[in-house]
């Protein structure tokens, strides 16, 4: 615990709210909470100073002609895969609500949450936070992970951590999925996985006008979803991954993860992965074909032919 020494990060956690305004006193024991993945996370709020000096006969800069520029609150939350963690956060990743489990990226932006994060002696309350990149990743012996690349407008003075975390609200014990819970098909056909990462990235970018907090995020260009895919190099592989779809035809990626918990699972699904060629390094141990390939929209495809679907079943049976 923190002490006149300094603090630890073993303390650290998040807490998530939706709420129409974000600030501390809207967290209790009904918000879901989070531990954290991977050793902490990087998200801070910060503002830079604008110097407006020019040429003033000195070598030096003056305080007095500094002033207070943006704010902007930035980082990486890195967290588990759990069933409860992608209730929360995939409409904030696709902006669209869950519908049966099923959501998909939508042209509207993604709805503002806000984070209240223990930072051992403190805690800090981020406010109206959007996520403009997530990264989806596994490999083989490791749980599933996930990391929200985050923008948003200001935090709240920071509080005294001492008793005032939310009463009763713990962190998440939903069990994660692991890599063992995956198996990946190649337009139905199984095939073997060492490891995958998908990257969706929504083009989002904070807006400013008259003020030193953002407006909120605006696309500054097409969203991006690549997935990367290293899989036993053998003649199957080659002919049906590496040289399986020359464009415009497209191969479908569907990755499931079953839960030990019956009844629940995780689904991705790239209906239209286009990955170019490339043959496999020779190293001094075994050939692994690594691809990366580029997730695009197919017509009459399902979900209204969207690059990426995610299928998150969270009730047991």
Not at 37 to 65: F, K, M, Y
Not at 204 to 225: S, W
Request: hydrophobic letters at 40%; one cysteine or more; a negative charge.
């Amino acid at each position: 615990m923190a002490d006149a020494c300094g603090s630890s990060s073993l303390f650290a956690r998040i807490a998530y709210s939706n709420a129409a305004t974000g600030e501390f006193a809207a967290f209790s024991s009904a918000n879901p909470a989070f531990p954290l993945a991977d050793g902490g996370t990087s998200l801070s709020w910060n503002q830079a100073h604008v110097n407006a000096i020019g040429l003033n006969g000195r070598t030096a800069q003056s305080t007095e002609l500094t002033r207070p520029g943006l704010e902007l609150v930035d980082g990486d939350i890195p967290l588990l895969l759990t069933p409860v963690m992608l209730d929360t956060f995939l409409p904030h990743i696709t902006g669209r609500a869950l519908s049966a489990g099923v959501t998909y990226p939508a042209e509207a932006e993604p709805g503002k949450f806000h984070i209240l994060l223990h930072r051992d002696s403190s805690l800090y309350t981020y406010i109206d936070l959007y996520i403009v990149r997530a990264e989806i990743s596994g490999t083989a012996g490791e749980p599933l992970r996930a990391s929200f690349s985050i923008v948003g407008k200001t935090r709240e003075k920071a509080h005294n951590a001492g008793s005032n975390w939310p009463v009763g609200l713990e962190t998440s014990k939903s069990v994660p999925y692991m890599f063992s819970d995956l198996n990946m098909t190649v337009d139905g056909d199984a095939f073997p996985l060492r490891s995958f990462r998908l990257v969706y990235d929504s083009g989002l970018a904070p807006v400013y006008f008259d003020d030193v907090v953002m407006c909120g995020v605006k696309r500054q260009g097409m969203t991006n979803t690549t997935l990367q895919l290293v899989l036993p190099h053998t003649a199957t592989s080659y002919a049906d991954v590496l040289h399986g779809a020359t464009p415009p035809s497209a191969l479908n990626i569907v990755l499931t993860a079953t839960h030990p918990t019956a009844g629940m699972s995780f689904i991705m699904r790239a209906q239209g992965w286009q990955a170019p060629p490339k043959d496999p390094n020779v190293p001094g141990g075994e050939i692994l074909l690594d691809l990366t390939g580029t997730c695009r929209t197919v017509d009459s495809g399902a979900s209204g032919g969207a690059e990426i679907i995610f299928t998150n079943d969270s009730t047991p049976t």
